[in-house]
DNA sequence: ATGAAAGCGCTAACAT
DNA sequence: ATGTTAGCGCTTTCAT
């Protein structure tokens, strides 16, 4: 059996209150007792029961994050920023992986509900709020959606401020004189959609027409990114009016096209400029160094976890919050005139 | 507040045993009460308190895990195994990330040993076994050591079989006929050591020397491994007699010495067979394709989840236990004469 | 088939 | 400065 209060206490011919002062820091104690108590707990290696504690106080110092998968950078980048903040505020973080599956998802709320965490975070996979909204009786737990916000919930929510994504990358091709610009786009998602608005929204700002042929839809998914990202490019070279500018949902698509456009003999930056998305350092290291736009997972970690602190501590302001955060432009040498 | 089982048990003027008894599926309750209490549980969204539950049947149905980061792929896969493995068994599996700091994950394994976690599975970065030693009490929690084993510990331990790694590849190498293979080595570690054991090994079963100067050590670590790559072949390039056969530690920086390779105008694999290892899915389909060592990292969760299901069955049985998991080749362009 | 009592390990509130 | 009492929500055991 493991190492209770009881057992120290009966050591030290103490009550077992006097131990749990000691641990939980209170100042009624004398310096002496003190010093003995912690010797003893060091000693026996005890380990407080967050059960039993969690039981009689109703908190555990704890917080749950639910992700999609954990093998993602950015998703992790997420993660990282919440651990920062709110462990700086004595919480631990305990990370549960839907992978990829809303109903997964859905078991893992319950499973760290049930774990008694004290808040939640969500990167979701729900396309509506239907589930949160049937468990009122949970709203003791406040819950962060993360990046994503399925439709209709009125929680806290901290996203990215996605059609500035677009319009970053468009900009800043459009502003260094490309005149057709490209743009392989994401998925018909929300997402997709927001920074596909996004780029348009810039051409226009430049005088430029997004021309319809220069949008390269996403294509097949069985391919992975990178070699969408090469075929985009041999449609856009097999046609009549080549662009001077290519913008890509993600880093891995923009690689893809890169590796393409130089294999086809296009110099870069000088003949076409390319941009990504993600600002993944791996792929922004290689090659050509690849100007990307920085979306900022660890701010929106760290905002994410700042929400939930507020939430935790004012049990009485429910006031559904929002807060998108701004991308980045990484400036690299595949948008930037060899110096 | 939230329901709880005397909520609905008054709801329904029964006693809340009764109701604990259908949440558990005991079949000494009427089909009617039965269905009248599941009912109403889903009504309200019940949600069992596992302090609770836990405090009084001493187990959580969870499992922990602690790795050095979230971000990595193979930690991912070793994640994704050990969930299949135990979430098969009705374990929830949650995860904590050291963030790459051997105290954090002290840190982290009081917090899921207090969280009562069942089992905990450790990616450690301890040197030394001197943490887990020192808390015997803690036996009660068994611990699955996974990749990494800190010198001295009994515990349970899957690994990989590392030697097997090196020779893998560069025994592949060397039946395709390459006469002069280089091997960009790791750090200077215990796995670093083994796999270069491999290389020299394999070299030798086949006649042939693992020259110093084809082996060139990890450098600067300032850089990334990409970049490492690079200047690694510069190296292997500028001096006379270049290598007809390259292995890398990582697949980054093979992709990274391929890159370096083509550049000077080397064809691969015609002029130059390279192999890296990891089996990165990203990393080997981008332009050549990367012949690859998997390290079966799924497989390797696979087990570890399975070793600690055991561990929970049969609380006698702590005989140590040990399994090395073996490496497999994935033979791609970048070591195949094109067809 | 249903329920009452006791207690898991801890702490809030109140003695001493 | 130290200790006593009661109870958090659940389940084990034993009655009914």
Chains 1, 2 share one sequence.
């Not at 509900?113 to 396309?127: G, K, M, R, T, Y």
């Not at 997402?191 to 996004?198: E, Q, Y």
Request: glycine residues 8%.
């Amino acid at each position: 059996m493991r190492v209770r209060l009881k057992d120290i206490a009966a050591d030290l011919n103490l009550s077992k209150m006097t131990i749990s002062k000691v641990l939980r820091g209170q100042t009624d104690i004398s310096e002496a007792t003190k010093a003995r108590v912690l010797k003893r707990v060091k000693e026996l290696n005890y380990i407080p029961n967050l059960s039993a504690s969690s039981l009689r106080t109703g908190e555990t110092k704890t917080m749950g994050l639910i992700l999609p998968s954990i093998g993602k950078r950015w998703l992790a980048e997420i993660a990282a920023g919440i651990n920062r903040t709110v462990s700086a505020a004595g919480y631990s973080l305990i990370v549960c992986s839907s992978e990829e599956d809303a109903e997964s998802e859905q078991r893992q709320v319950e499973i760290l509900v049930s774990l008694q965490a004290d808040a939640l975070f969500i990167v979701s996979l729900q396309e509506t709020s239907a589930f949160f909204d049937q468990m009122p009786k949970m709203r003791t737990t406040p819950i962060v959606f993360v990046s994503h916000m399925p439709a209709g919930t009125v929680e806290s929510y901290v996203g990215v401020h996605e059609e500035l994504v677009g319009w970053i990358a468009a900009d800043h091709l459009a502003k260094s004189g490309c005149k057709r610009i490209a743009y392989l786009r994401g998925p018909r998602t929300a997402v997709g959609d927001l920074r596909a608005n996004g780029y348009r929204r810039a051409l226009n700002e430049s005088g430029l027409v997004a021309h319809s042929d220069l949008v390269i839809e996403t294509m097949s998914f069985d391919k992975d990114e990178y070699t969408r990202g090469r075929e985009a490019m041999e449609r856009l070279l097999s046609r009549r009016g080549r662009p001077d500018g290519v913008i890509a949902y993600t880093d891995l698509m923009a690689v893809g096209a890169m590796d393409e456009a130089s294999r086809r003999g296009v110099r870069i930056p000088e003949e076409m400029r390319f941009a990504g998305c993600g600002d993944d350092a791996l792929l922004c290291q290689m090659r050509i160094p690849l100007t990307s736009v920085d979306i900022g997972e660890h701010d929106l970690g760290q905002r994410a976890g700042r929400m939930a602190l507020r939430a935790i501590g004012n049990s009485k302001d429910k006031g559904a919050q929002r807060v998108l955060v701004k991308p980045r432009l990484e400036r690299r040498t595949s948008s930037e005139k060899a110096r």
